[in-house]
């Protein structure tokens, strides 16, 4: 009888507000007297600071105050090591303002405060900055080899972190083999690039002193915590909002960058609002970026094609400063063997520093690295054995009755060992490969190479560690005037659609229509435990603690009911915002009743609390009585949800593509995907969030490097030279839902926020070798930009 919205594709709610405009971002959040930063960055990759003049910046018109590293006082320190990790040896963090040294383009060195952006950036080019160049070091082979210039004087070897796993026995595996080959493969750097830059408005009110910080960040209660322990504040004197949010991708949810800390700073310090923009030259070189690595792989098989063994060493290139720890290459060397089996492996890495600028998470955080690694790996092994390309992969996957499948000492992001929970992955191969036709794509293949049309078809299978903990948590109310449902909790939205999801889960529950549902994020004012939004986390750990607490809410608004109504506790239903007696449905009270007698105070002018006091004899009296012992007032309830470990996600990808020899473009004639995230709350959700990875995987695949020259200066820090696709560059997907529910999370699901993005890469190096498999050329690096593409051909000796 319950509606249940769960599993519904459902409108969702924040679109009304998106679509029409009327998102407030932090750009938009106006405040009385605010003042405007502008920043003084370095042009140098590497050099040391012999001096920073400010005296006629300090003079131009509107300039209120110019800060540099003296004048910050306690702050003029390194920033926080967000997650720590043993074998990190070396970590460096940077300070809000460089002391000295600069070390890569774009770090922050002094800041400027104006009465407006035009005259604070105005002022920033009068400041004089006397740079000493230093050695500079960008290419990662040579940042990690001996006699390599050093990033920070004081780190042997730029390396920052050395990490070796090992599981089973991978040396006896290498013994056994029938079959062993070696690869190389690399990723190349890209960034998120969310629509909406960093920024954020902080205001001081030196009266209350509460400090309130609106910040287009994914970790609004982290920052909220970092800042009350850097200025000494009570936790609940400082509060942050993360507004409407236009993309994240991984890049904000790093905190501190410099502003977070500086522009608080300023607004304590002047006393008056104080706001910072940053625009999208600055994203480029001062908004953290991701993916470059070289992997070594050697491969042990039998000559069936099992894979006995895998060795990998790899290059990760952390930029020039490490705070947000070895997160991404963990995650690249844990998520490696993907869906196979693969008993014994060693994975070893080295993060090493080079003068460019930070690296932190970005959609996938090193999965697609590791599925490119994979998933070119596989499509090798093949070619090698003479075995068809897809009957080596399914020789090689867990099976579903394999699970949950532990890889013994390789311990994943959450500081726990990789156990694989549930998946069907043969089924999800299967799908795909009928879907795009892989039994007749050969034919379709020869009879195009006869036209002269260059096509070929390319698979990629993944899996995703997500909803890591450790917890989050959800409050919901019954609101005891309207009846409608609050639900607020800590992590933050960046449009992956949180406002509908949250609120369907608690709809079904509290038996109301989800549009009926308000749910803040991102506000610490709302609810201030919590972590953050990244790793495909909201639906699995705030999801079901959400669930949770309304949960706990329906019993409260059941047990109230059966008072009323005067029936037995189990005879109670709840649906469509009615409460009533199953079989005599006549017998009901609304929600909004409930909600009114479950908060004894009266409001006089509302009729419907006046009709519920007849369910409400004991509270007649003017002030009322006490309440009954062990009852609270409203209806309402707090709950936690701390995932045992993580869940693990899956899919796979295909493609056909066409390369066009005279342009060099690549384009996709098919994709189809399989993609597994447990149960879904919303499936239309899950479509945009997979479609949405699957654009960003081919900007990935095909387009977005980050081109840093010997120097350390980014060449491409524009939308003219960094390409990143069209809607006219990404397929058409034809898209299946495959749900293997999680037995790890109440409502069985996983993660599904960055899997489209993870196996782009992979399968389209995997089509386009397919496609020009007669010229002998095997696509070992991603992006497969057309310069790269051109160098191939012309080796291969097929340019005219
Ligand atoms: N969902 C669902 N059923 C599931 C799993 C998820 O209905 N079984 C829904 C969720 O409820 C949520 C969405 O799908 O509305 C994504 O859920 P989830 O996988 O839990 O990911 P998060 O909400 O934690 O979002 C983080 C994830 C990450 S890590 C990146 S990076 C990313 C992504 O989300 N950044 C995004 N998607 C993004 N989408 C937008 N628009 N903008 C970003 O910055």
Redesign the pocket.
Known sequence: MATRTFGESVLRNEDDRLLRGNGRYVDDIEAYGALHVAFVRSTFAHARIAGVDVEEAKAQPGVVAVYTCDDIGHLDQDLPLLIPHPAMTHPRTQRPLAREEVHHVGQAIAMVVAESRYEAEDAAERVVVDYEPLPVVVDLERAGAAGSPLVHDDVPGNVACHLVQVSGDPDDAFARAEHVFRARFVVERSA?H?METRGCLARWDSHSRELTLWDST?ASISIRGGLASLFSLPENKVRVIAPD?G????T??FFFHPDEVLVPFAAMALGRPVKYIEDRSEHFVASNQERKQIHDVEVAATKDGEILGLRDTFLHDTGAFIPYGIAVAQVASTSLPGPYRIPNLHVEFKAIYTNTTTVS?????GRPHACFVMERTMDLLAQELGIDRMEIRRRNLIASDEFPYTRENMVFADGLPVTLDSGDYVRALDTVLEAIGYDEFRAEQERARAEGRWIGLGLACYVEG??LGPYEGAHVQVQSVTGKVLVSTG?T??????E???AQIAADQLGVDPSDVQVITGDTGAFEWGVA???????????NAVGKAALEVREKIIDMASNMLEAAVEDIDIAEGRIFVRGSEDRHVTLKQVATVANPLRYAFDQDAQAATQFAPAFEDVGGPPLPDGRVPGLEARSYYSPPHATW?SGVHAAIVEVDMDSLEVSFLKYVLVHD???????A??E??VM??VAQGVGGALYEKLEYDAEGQLRNASFMDFLIPYATEVPRVELHHLETPSPLNPLG???????GAIPVPALTASAVTDALRPLGIEIDHAPLLPGELHRLLAAAGALG
């Open positions: 998120g969310p994914q949010t993309g994240g991708f991984g904000k949810v998470p970005y959609r996938g955080c997500t909803g992590l939205s960046q449009g992956q659609g949180h509908t999801v949250f939004t990244f790793a495909s986390r909201a639906a699995v750990v705030s999801g996600a995230c447990g149960k879904m709350i919303n499936p959700i899950v945009g969030q949405g990875g699901m996983k993660g599904v926020g960055e899997a």
